[in-house]
């Protein structure tokens, strides 16, 4: 309860005080909470694509390694649009987000870890057989 | 079915060998022959019903919970492949 204004009105000739009581408080307090009806931007599409980043399999682990970072990269959007404006956004959602983000960086780490191998193997036998087939045309020769 | 190309091009099973075998024999309605030649496939079809849920009913805890989810199934996928690359089942 908070005292706005007090004194003497000597046009009408009364003592008059202003009072602010804590009704005021309270319809802030619901008109805060209605704001925050927005889902932070991305947070669903982060979600899917974060788990949707463990399919690693079939193409040597470039449709996880897509997903996840589509994934990190809408996070990061998202979290700088969050840190703008706290207030609006939904409580839940960030909670998507920050899971989804979670999720797409483990399928990052693993499908770039698969990825690397199968790439390793490659330039490996690559090199072993194009070797073979190199020395044995000097061999001919 | 798609051929695999990291089994094509090295002779080893990826991760992700036997998923469509599995799909198609629970497409068959086999539960068992399913579960034997992919048993990871339990934990992905759980983890996508619940995200599912999530998105249309928006649970309070759901976001944790599908991170957990996420990271077991991620750690039966690699289980899998360690055991089925070392002979052990």
């Known amino acids: 309860m908070f005292i706005r204004a007090c004194g003497f009105d000597s046009h009408l000739g009364y003592l008059y005080l202003t009072v602010d009581t804590e009704n005021t408080n309270e319809n802030n307090n619901i008109e805060t909470s209605q704001n925050e009806t927005e889902n932070v931007p991305y947070s669903t599409s982060v979600l899917v694509l974060g788990i949707c980043s463990i399919v690693t399999c079939g193409c040597y682990g470039l449709p996880g390694l897509v997903c996840g970072i589509i994934a990190l990269v809408q996070s990061k959007k998202g979290l700088m649009a969050y840190e703008e404006n706290p207030s609006v956004y939904k409580e839940g959602s960030l909670k998507n987000l920050k899971a989804g983000k979670t999720c797409a960086t483990i399928g990052v780490i693993l499908s770039s870890i698969y990825f690397l191998i199968f790439l390793v193997y490659f330039i490996t036998v690559g090199t072993l057989v194009f070797g073979a087939l190199g020395s044995g045309l000097y061999g001919l020769q | ?89």
């Open chain 2, 1 to 89: 079915m798609l051929p695999c190309g990291f089994k094509q091009l090295t002779g080893h099973d990826c991760p992700g060998c036997g998923f469509q075998r599995s799909v198609a024999s629970l497409a068959e309605g086999d539960l068992t022959t399913s579960f034997e030649f992919y048993p990871p496939l339990v934990f992905i079809f759980t983890l996508f019903f619940l995200l599912i849920i999530h998105l249309i009913f928006n649970f309070k805890n759901g976001a944790s919970l599908l991170k957990w989810t996420f990271i077991g199934t991620t750690f039966s996928i690699l289980l899998n492949y360690i055991l089925k690359m070392t002979n052990l089942i």
